[in-house]
């Protein structure tokens, strides 16, 4: 099976192709950004996918993060992925942010929690956590940092995404032993097209995981257009 991973959830994006199996992907490209997302996506897709045999008709599956993230990033990769799978007539799984900050840290089967925290601006992270083995041990939500300490008790905890210094603070403070796992604020790429993988598009559909509403709203007086004569 060969997949399409993208990701335009953080200040960068990223695709990549994977064959199952495969520990190196066969075509990968990242570019840093923080805005322009939607110009650069595309591009960038089909560069990946002319550098392998095949080109879009050997792809089998398409993953795409779903957030916690940019609400425009998001908007962008979820609908290149289902604008992808429905032109190859191939399946579109959503990987949560969560899981592909938190894969790389349970892979290395060390003790204690994997958690993944992204900053949610305000004072909030966006917050899960997963067991050794992988299951899921505290659902996503978005709290303080402090609240999100106190719920992973006393360690040891492993950290990763953009939120993981301000939990490690607050838990310096608590003497909870944790460690900064993965400095990056953003996801592996190749972890996205591996968990794609695993995914079962029925139970992991291309829909945004929003933990809460967006900063900047639409005026109400803008949302409702009067109606033509």
Known sequence: MRILALDTAFPAISACILDEGAEDPESMETIAMERGHSEALLPLIERVMARVEGGFASLDRVAVTI???????????????????????????????????????????????????????????YFAAFGPDGRTALTPRVVSPREAMRSLGAGPVRLAGSGAALLAAEAAAAGTETEIARESPGVDIVFVAKLGLLADPGRAPPRPLYLKAPDVKVPEAAQIQPALP
């Open 67 to 125: 957030g916690p993230g940019s609400f425009t990033g998001l908007r962008v990769g979820i609908a290149a992925a289902r604008a992808i799978g429905v032109a190859c007539k191939v399946p579109v799984v959503g990987i949560s942010t969560f899981a592909a900050l938190a894969a790389p840290l349970i892979l290395e089967q060390k003790p204690g929690l994997a958690a993944a925290a992204i900053d949610a601006r305000h004072g909030n992270v």
